[in-house]
């Protein structure tokens, strides 16, 4: 098993660790021992609840940015989830500090998930112009319904862990700092009370809620002021909109379409380089990490004319 995903159980709980720092990112490493841990968890005879937790400061932030560019290597991120979501032992997943892209969708792939009361759930993927790859704009309307789901995708916004529990993204949300204490208390929950596999997939009442509705129609049109030139905001809402029109596994492959689409983007191109370009520029080469800084509170800018004024 892969050295970053640990399996142990504790009582009737199977624990599924990451520890990846610093914000345990989906890395080929986390994917494979994902899997490898799962299966590890479903062969426990005497776990009858999986729990899935991350050390450090956050659940799993995203995606991996130095694999960003690089061929990926099997498994995806996809069919990771795929295999979460159709276990048949419930899997609980744990969140605190952010749950965002790949890491809220791994969330939304497991059968219940609980929150420390300070941490946040988002969707960023569309600020570097592209869309929720891995079954976001498929299982997240099924849970807050079509409004909300655009809202968070095409936006990026996070949100706190009380609304996602009024939204219905968690089902629990405690308080404290100590998240594997939360899940093993929320998982020996499930495992008490004899709670089913609950996969988002198979949840309709929102989608038939939304059904026929004006609401894409709608929100199309408030993106063409409040997003006119940008490509891929408008292909969330395509891909939101097939989880209304499509069977599940349809709206998945159409979700890859409309990511792919994103990917061959100049728009997106740009903004994965403005990305790492904003991070590159925080460095100073040749100065070591545990250089003091000092506390700046005035700029003074010198210079003279129109671009002395333009500067300041």
């Known amino acids: 098993m892969s050295e970053v995903v640990t399996y142990n159980?504790?009582?009737s709980i199977g624990v599924i660790t990451v520890n990846y720092p610093p914000v345990n990112a989906l890395s080929h490493a986390v994917r494979s021992g994902l899997v490898a841990a799962l299966e590890q968890?479903?062969?426990?005879?005497?776990?009858?609840?999986?729990?899935?937790?991350c050390e450090g400061r956050t659940f799993i932030a995203g995606a991996d940015?130095?694999?960003?560019?690089?061929?990926?290597?099997?498994?995806g991120l996809s069919a990771v989830i795929?295999?979460?979501?159709?276990?048949?032992?419930?899997v609980v997943a744990a969140i605190h500090g952010t749950a965002l892209g790949g890491g809220l969708e791994t969330a939304l792939g497991c059968h219940y998930r609980v929150a420390l009361s300070s941490a946040k759930v988002g969707?960023?993927?569309v600020k570097l112009g592209l869309l929720p790859g891995a079954g976001g704009t498929q299982r997240l309307p099924r849970l807050t319904g079509a409004q909300k789901a655009l809202e968070m995708i095409t936006t990026g916004e996070f949100v706190g862990a009380n609304d996602a529990l009024t939204l219905g993204i968690v089902d629990a949300v405690e308080?404290?700092?100590d998240i594997k204490a939360a899940g093993l208390a929320y998982a020996q929950k499930i495992a008490d009370e004899g709670k089913p596999v609950r996969r988002v997939r198979d949840l309709t009442d929102k989608l038939e809620a939304d059904k026929g509705s004006e609401v894409f129609e709608q929100f199309r049109a408030g993106l063409q002021k409040k997003a006119r030139g940008q490509f891929s905001p408008f292909k969330c809402v395509d891909a939101v909109e097939a989880a209304f029109s499509l069977p599940f596994e349809d709206g998945m492959k159409r979700e890859r379409e409309l990511f792919m689409e994103c990917m061959e983007s100049p728009q997106r191109a740009g903004l994965?380089?403005?990305?790492?370009a904003e991070r590159e520029v925080s460095k100073v080469k040749g100065l070591p990490k545990e250089t003091p800084v000092r506390d700046i509170h005035k700029v003074g800018v010198i210079g003279a004319g129109t671009m002395g004024g333009g500067i300041a």
């Open 41 to 53: 968890g479903q062969k426990d005879a005497d776990a009858k609840v999986l729990l899935l937790v």
């Open 9 to 11: 159980r504790e009582g």
């Open 175 to 177: 308080d404290g700092s």
């Open 272 to 276: 994965i380089h403005a990305f790492f």
């Open 65 to 75: 940015i130095r694999e960003f560019g690089k061929p990926m290597q099997e498994p």
């Open 123 to 125: 969707l960023p993927e």
């Open 82 to 90: 795929e295999q979460y979501e159709n276990g048949d032992k419930p």
